[in-house]
């Protein structure tokens, strides 16, 4: 500031509107600036100041713009590094010359100076730039204030490795401590009872072991899994590591590997499957859909399954429409849908897009006999699964199915928020390879995913991270968690040793099995009351397919009203379509639910109960005895 008392007056005008900034910043940031140790050192603000306004009540204004807030740990800029500051004022001043000051003073807008750089040459020798305007720059020492930031930065993040390596070895200990019993042999098939295997799989969870529930009520159940899964101390942990630890693209493709091998293992797929990671499930199927373009010609079909998300319709009927395929919708009809599938292919089949499970119905479809189906009538077809919603319960072995595309989405898999879809090395070769996300990965959700597998082999009862040692639970110890291996920003050697064969398909079966027997009592009671409705796909369904996503309407309370009374008691469910509106508007479901307006139905769709392995039988319980207590719900 410069020393004038005018100088002073005006910009002390200018406080008050700077303070409201300060107090629209408040709430935000500090948790992060009130003296907790892993909070921010400090905030940096720069404000743009305008020429005075006269309001309406004739009071004088001297309006600020909040321009930028920095924060560490970003050290380039927070040490006053000399280069980064002539940057940022080289910003500063263009913005200044080509927005604010030909608004103010009604100046043409000029372009402002650069520094020079300096570039690689073929060679890989550097050589100068060539800028708009060059500057003369001045090497200026660090100052003593800079040198000490640095310092105290440098001890921080020492200290802050430290506790995320003892957070790690507390992992690993387990959550009892560390206090494991021996164990010996390498069969994976030991069997945790019920509320054992479900009881161990909750300590996995901040959630269930830091949540008090819902204010005023009790502890939270957690019903509605199918619309995202709770993450897991192994997946929280990856993505902790992967941020503490990332080194740029070096450790970034690191973390991608992981995960991707991670999805594959996961999936049953092999080394020659394409992973390819994105933001989520739905944005993977847009982009591989376009893709098809290239191969898709006028006149072409395309079978949509009629149980499919929306995220897995629309991108195909897009297709259709973009290359003059014809869109071959395959009903949903309360019989075996494999028995209508030859009917409705061709030789001029090109995309087959089915579910491997509805997030409403919960039925598991039978992707072998779907498979073999289709190679008969139409062998060049692609088979495109959405797994989305099976991913949690089942192993989907895509290899072994035999399926060209199957996507999955991490944060419905105990994973961060993400998306992956795997390809056969034959439907790769044909889109001309791997598909491509547009910009950087998102390197710590990669370290979720590698999270994720560590999680299940903590399930599968694996003891430690290695290739030898494939010890199990035995006699009802369940095993403390698998933690990650140490970074080093190197290859992935050895990372995934924890994922050995047998450990995924063992996870799963035991999640199948605890799952089977908590939705089974709540399937009989629906299907006992004489004003419920289950949406099902009908009694031909096996029930060794029936996944735990339990979809009912009653006669005549709204979905809305039973997900508000479950509320009420700490129950958390959900109503509505899912994105599954094809369901809603199909003539079997519309005339399953006798009684039910059909208009409503297609607008406000169902009640939704979504299970986990690590739901318990209790919460089962208590659920029905909320719906009895519901006004109106009938049959006590």
């Known amino acids: 500031m410069n020393s004038s008392t005018e100088d002073e007056r005006l910009l002390s005008s200018y406080l008050p509107s700077i303070v409201r900034?300060?107090?629209?910043?408040?709430?935000?940031?500090?948790?992060?600036?009130?003296?907790?140790?892993?909070g921010f050192e400090y905030l940096g603000c720069d404000f743009v100041l305008s020429h005075p306004i006269l309001t309406e009540d004739g009071v004088l204004e001297y309006p600020s713009y909040l321009l930028e807030v920095n924060a560490p740990p970003s050290q380039d800029t927070a040490t006053g590094l000399a280069i980064a500051e002539e940057v940022h004022d080289a910003v500063l001043c263009d913005l200044i010359h080509l927005t604010v000051m030909p608004r103010v003073t009604g100046t043409e807008?000029?372009?402002?100076?650069?520094?020079?750089?300096?570039?690689?040459?073929?060679k890989g020798a550097t050589t100068d730039a060539t800028p708009l305007m060059r500057t003369k720059t001045v090497e200026i020492p660090p100052s003593k204030a800079a040198i000490l930031n640095r310092i105290r930065w440098a001890i921080?993040?020492?200290?802050?490795?430290?506790?995320s390596e003892m957070e790690l070895e507390r992992l690993m200990?387990?959550?009892?401590?560390?206090?494991?019993?021996?164990?010996?042999?390498?069969?994976?098939?030991?069997?945790l009872s019920l509320q054992e295997f479900s009881n161990f799989a909750r300590t996995q969870y901040a959630f269930f072991n830091d949540h008090c529930g819902l204010e005023g009520t009790q502890p939270t159940i957690f019903l509605e899994n199918a619309g995202g899964t709770q993450v897991p101390k192994q997946v929280a942990a990856c993505v902790m590591m992967g941020l503490e630890r990332y080194s740029g693209r070096v450790g970034g493709g690191v973390w991608v590997r992981r995960a991707q091998d991670t999805v594959r293992r996961l999936l049953g797929a092999t080394d020659e499957h394409v992973v390819t990671l994105g933001p989520n499930a739905s944005s993977l199927l847009i982009l591989l859909a376009e893709k098809f373009r290239q191969i898709v010609s006028p006149g072409d079909e395309i079978v949509i399954a009629g149980w499919n998300h929306d995220a897995h319709r629309l991108p195909w009927e897009r297709l259709a429409v973009n290359t003059g395929a014809r869109a071959v919708y395959w009903k949903l009809t309360g019989r075996d849908p494999v028995e209508s599938l030859p009917a409705l292919l061709s030789s001029r089949t090109r995309v087959v897009a089915v579910g491997h499970c509805s997030n409403v119905l919960g039925h598991a479809h039978d992707l072998g006999a779907i498979v073999k189906a289709v190679r008969v009538v139409a062998p060049s077809a692609r088979i495109v699964v959405d797994g989305v919603a099976a991913a949690p319960h089942l192993f989907a072995d895509v290899a072994a199915a035999?399926?060209?595309?199957?996507?999955?989405?991490g944060h419905k898999t105990f994973g961060p928020h993400s998306g992956a879809i795997v390809g056969s090395a034959e439907a790769s070769l044909e889109l001309n390879g791997r598909?491509?996300?547009?910009?950087?990965?998102?390197y710590e959700a990669c370290a979720g995913l590698y999270g994720t597998g560590l999680y299940l082999a903590t399930l599968a009862g694996h003891k430690e991270i290695t290739g030898e040692g494939q010890g199990t639970a035995q006699d009802g110890e369940a095993r403390g968690p698998v933690a990650p291996p140490a970074f080093d920003g190197g290859g992935t050697e050895g990372d995934m040793d924890h994922f050995f064969p047998g450990v995924v398909e063992e996870a799963y079966r035991r999640i199948r099995n605890v799952e089977g027997a908590l939705v089974a009592p709540l399937l009989e009671y629906f299907r006992g009351h004489p004003r419920v409705q289950v949406l099902e796909e009908g009694p031909w369904a096996p029930v060794e397919h029936r996944l735990p996503i339990v979809s009912a309407v009653h006669r005549d309370i709204s979905a809305d009203d039973v997900v508000a009374h479950c509320a009420g008691s700490g129950i958390i469910c959900r109503s509505g379509t899912f994105l599954s509106s094809q369901i809603f508007k199909s003539e079997y479901v519309r005339s399953a639910c006798l009684g039910a307006d059909k208009e409503i139905l297609k607008e406000k769709g169902a009640v939704r109960f979504s299970f986990a392995h690590y739901n318990t039988p209790e919460e089962v319980r208590s659920l029905i005895l909320c719906l009895k207590k519901l006004k109106g719900w009938g049959m006590i």
């Not at 921080?156 to 506790?163: G, K, P, V």
């Not at 035999?402 to 989405?409: E, L, P, R």
């Open 173 to 191: 200990k387990g959550a009892d401590g560390g206090n494991e019993a021996p164990h010996d042999g390498d069969d994976l098939t030991v069997d």
């Open 435 to 442: 598909l491509r996300e547009t910009g950087t990965a998102n």
């Open 21 to 38: 900034h300060f107090h629209s910043l408040h709430k935000e940031f500090l948790p992060y600036i009130s003296g907790d140790p892993s």
């Open 402 to 409: 035999c399926v060209d595309w199957y996507v999955m989405a």
């Open 156 to 163: 921080y993040e020492r200290r802050r490795r430290r506790e």
């Open 109 to 122: 807008p000029r372009l402002g100076g650069w520094i020079p750089c300096l570039s690689l040459d073929g």
